[in-house]
T-cell receptor
Framework: DVKVTQSSRYLVKRTGEKVFLECVQDMDHENMFWYRQDPGLGLRLIYFSYDVKMKEKGDIPEGYSVSREKKERFSLILESASTNQTSMYLC????????????FGPGTRLTVT | KNEVEQSPQNLTAQEGEFITINCSYSVGISALHWLQQHPGGGIVSLFMLSSGKKKHGRLIATINIQEKHSSLHITASHPRDSAVYICAVSLSYNTDKLIFGTGTRLQVFP
């Protein structure tokens, strides 16, 4: 069974705090992704990584950074959390080959107060 | 205008009804995905298709590449089918990037 796990299901942080969201996959996937999901907007890609230490900006990278030091782990960092970053955050991974499915983690619901 | 449009946004049904959810897209794609998201957030990939039709149990997904349209059908619906169904497309020039529809919220009542 493919497993994509995220460090927390629910998280409450204060404005200005530094927030780390971690994602781990056990399928030796090359690609990993961070999305946020908001009502009426669907899922939007924040950043993705196609290899260790490699990253590319997605559609909404502002206010976020990422880290991929090991193949199985992809971290999303909010340097200074703001209330408009309150959202559901979903991590996904996929093989390098094209037309491959993305496997999603369970999501982290982040509330910034 | 969104590049991936789903309809309807919300759908309620009685147990046993046949359900259809539609997805239209305006970009060149290499594949289309149907995803299911249960309350609590976890997403499961149901289908990935680039042509024709796929069936898995009571779920059927079809795609018409010429018309840029896909449908997800649920036969003999059940309350446990209640979820958000999301259509997403892989772009033909960047197959690792997905563009998502906003989802269809389905509620099936006993």
């Amino acid at each position: 069974d493919v497993k994509v796990t995220q460090s927390s299901r629910y998280l409450v942080k204060r404005t200005g705090e530094k927030v780390f969201l971690e994602c781990v996959q056990d399928m030796d996937h090359e690609n990993m992704f961070w999305y946020r999901q908001d009502p009426g907007l669907g899922l939007r890609l924040i950043y993705f990584s196609y290899d260790v230490k490699m990253k590319e900006k997605g559609d909404i990278p502002e206010g976020y950074s990422v880290s991929r030091e090991k193949k199985e782990r992809f971290s999303l960092i909010l340097e200074s959390a703001s209330t408009n970053q309150t959202s559901m955050y979903l991590c996904a991974s996929s093989f390098w080959a094209t037309l491959e499915e993305q496997y999603f983690g369970p999501g982290t619901r982040l509330t910034v107060t | 205008k969104n590049e991936v449009e789903q309809s309807p946004q919300n759908l309620t049904a009685q147990e046993g009804e046949f359900i259809t959810i539609n997805c239209s897209y305006s970009v060149g794609i290499s594949a289309l995905h149907w995803l299911q998201q249960h309350p609590g957030g976890g997403i499961v990939s149901l289908f990935m298709l680039s042509s024709g039709k796929k069936k898995h149990g009571r779920l059927i997904a079809t795609i018409n590449i010429q018309e840029k349209h896909s449908s997800l059908h649920i036969t003999a619906s059940h309350p446990r089918d209640s979820a958000v169904y999301i259509c997403a497309v892989s772009l033909s020039y960047n197959t690792d990037k997905l563009i998502f529809g906003t989802g269809t919220r389905l509620q099936v009542f006993p």
